[in-house]
């Protein structure tokens, strides 16, 4: 009885664990880019995150940040030096289509070089 409760429990757990452990399990690389991030607001490149003729488009992205921090925008407003979600150097994750297409970046005003924004892209 006690080996029948546990291969239950081990079952009803074990997809848990998993979604913790491995988010990237359920979707598909299919691109890479690498964004030089200066005093102009830059975005990804749009055949880059939805490629032409492809019936996919850009799900999820994983990223890191190394030169300096960078202030974000999602929408129509860019951000400046200044004005934006600041994101320091080091690693995160983004999701949805309409937020990929439409973040924008821009170099902090504490740098005076560029950042470097590599970037995994899934579907």
């Known amino acids: 009885?006690?080996?029948?409760?546990l291969v239950i429990v081990l079952i009803l757990c074990a997809p848990?664990?998993?979604?913790?452990?491995?988010?990237t399990r359920f979707f598909v690389s299919f691109g890479f880019e690498t964004l030089s991030v200066?005093?102009?607001?830059s975005t990804f490149t749009r055949a880059t995150i939805e490629p032409p003729g492809a019936a996919y488009r850009a799900n999820m992205i994983e990223f890191?940040?190394?030169?300096?921090?960078?202030?974000?925008r999602i929408g129509a407003t860019?951000?400046?030096?200044?004005?934006?979600?600041?994101?320091?150097?080091?690693?995160g994750k983004m999701f949805g289509w309409d937020n990929i297409r439409d973040i924008k970046?821009?170099?902090?005003?504490?740098?005076?070089?560029?950042?470097t924004l590599s970037t995994q892209i899934y579907r």
């Open 16 to 23: 848990n664990t998993f979604a913790q452990d491995n988010i």
């Open 105 to 115: 970046f821009i170099r902090d005003t504490s740098c005076t070089a560029n950042a």
């Open 64 to 72: 890191s940040i190394e030169g300096c921090p960078i202030r974000y």
């Open 38 to 41: 200066g005093t102009v607001s």
């Open 78 to 91: 860019a951000p400046t030096a200044t004005v934006g979600v600041l994101m320091l150097e080091g690693n």
């Open 1 to 5: 009885m006690k080996r029948i409760f």
